[in-house]
């Protein structure tokens, strides 16, 4: 195993001639070139919130969709006329009694 003082102490590494005189030029040459950027729109600042916003109205609209298709519902029955004609008042209003009488 070789001991850190046999192994050589130079500096391998080299710079331009010159290279430390021309840096600052270079680097104002190259600040110089830069495109100015473009003005930010609104749009661009709320693209983003304006794609959740209708991310969401979907989202919630099929759901509620999605809800009333799957949901087994009541058929709405409408009595005819000729079934509310047919029947007597008092048995109707008996009727009622009956199940007022039944709750207590």
């Not at 759901?63 to 079934?83: A, M, R, S, W």
Request: proline share 5%; charged share 30%; glycine share 4%.
């Amino acid at each position: 195993m070789k001991k850190l003082s046999d192994i050589p102490k130079q500096n391998n590494f080299k710079t331009p001639d010159g290279y430390f005189e021309n840096l600052n030029k270079d680097i104002m040459s190259e600040i110089d070139k830069e495109e100015k950027k473009k003005p930010v729109s609104a749009y661009q600042i709320f693209k983003h919130y304006i794609y959740m916003a209708a991310a969401m109205v979907i989202l919630v609209g099929a759901i509620k969709f999605g809800l009333n298709v799957l949901v087994d519902q009541d058929p709405v029955i409408k009595p005819d006329v000729e079934t509310i004609a047919d029947t007597d008042a008092v048995e109707a209003l008996y009727g009622i009694y009956e199940d007022d009488i039944a709750f207590y």
